[in-house]
């Protein structure tokens, strides 16, 4: 039967691996062979007869049939915490572009930073049978045991799993406290010896380097971090956390390191709001350097993390049998929101 015939046949619209099978004039386990994947040999005129055969029925393949031929499914599963937060986007265009290299597809899932959530995603994609894992958000310490341990259990399933920070399997490093340090440093080296930080919850790893290697770089040029307000990595957090500093008072000159640009965005915000001025009478610094950090006006200050380049090396891990991460270096980007400060007497 021609793919014409199948269709004037009133079959369901829905054509499915038999129909291919009976175009082509094969049998069902070639035309299996030949669209899900099997490392299996197929002549080459029944292959070419099969995908011709496909292509006139419209067929896709069933990925959970592809899983079950070759073990594992053309996709790279992506957990990260918020896509809205552009840190996650950029990492998310870098394992996209290495996908598309490759052929494969990217899901992305989003954990909001709850490690329960985050353990009970990992356990419904072992149904999915993923080529790789990547796991980007930022996690605390103990909290994310049950996540650590489904996560150990895709590597039995032919998947390899990678990390953004330590974890199990092959992991992909920041280095969030020398960044922080070499920033603290700076800002130091401009005049600034007062410092208000504005962190996410104690035990978060990516804000605890962050702010650790900020107030170390920071006191090696006679600066200190006053105080210490934590909420979270939203831009709202970080609007409510500066409107919670100015109520106690910052006085001019102040600096504001900000655990990331989007929290740094939304104390300049609060700022605003309270009739101050950004740079001039309160400086702030963040991290990241995302893209937004050089539309805002002043301009942000921050450290430079090459993100995209990170999703694709993480991509990379997932796929190449001899990876090691390429060297990543961070770079203190200063502009109009840390201007110089008269270096104190």
Partial sequence: MTAEEHRRSGRASTPTLHDVARVAGVSLATASRVLNGSERKVAESYRERVEQAAAALGYTANISAQAIARGTSPVIALLVA????????????????????HG?????AITERDPGREARILHALRGQRPQGVILAASRSGEA????????????????????FGPGGGRSVQIDNRGGAESLGREMAALGYRRAIALGAA????????RLGGFEAGFATGGGVVERTYRGGFARESGAECMAAALTDGVEPGMLVFALSDVVAIGAMTAIRDAGREVGADVAVCGFDDVPVSRDVTPQLTTVRVPLSDLGYAAFRATV????????TALEVVVRDSTPRRGVPE
């Fill in 82 to 101: 918020d896509i809205a937060d552009p840190y996650f986007g950029l990492i998310a265009s870098g394992v996209a572009r290495g996908a598309d290299e």
């Fill in 104 to 108: 494969l597809v990217v899901t992305v």
């Fill in 144 to 163: 994310d045991s049950a996540a650590l341990d489904e996560l150990a259990a895709f590597p039995r399933l032919g998947a390899r799993t990678v990390t």
């Fill in 202 to 209: 104690s035990g978060v790893r990516t804000s605890d380097d």
């Fill in 320 to 327: 190449d049998d001899d990876w090691t991460q390429p060297p």
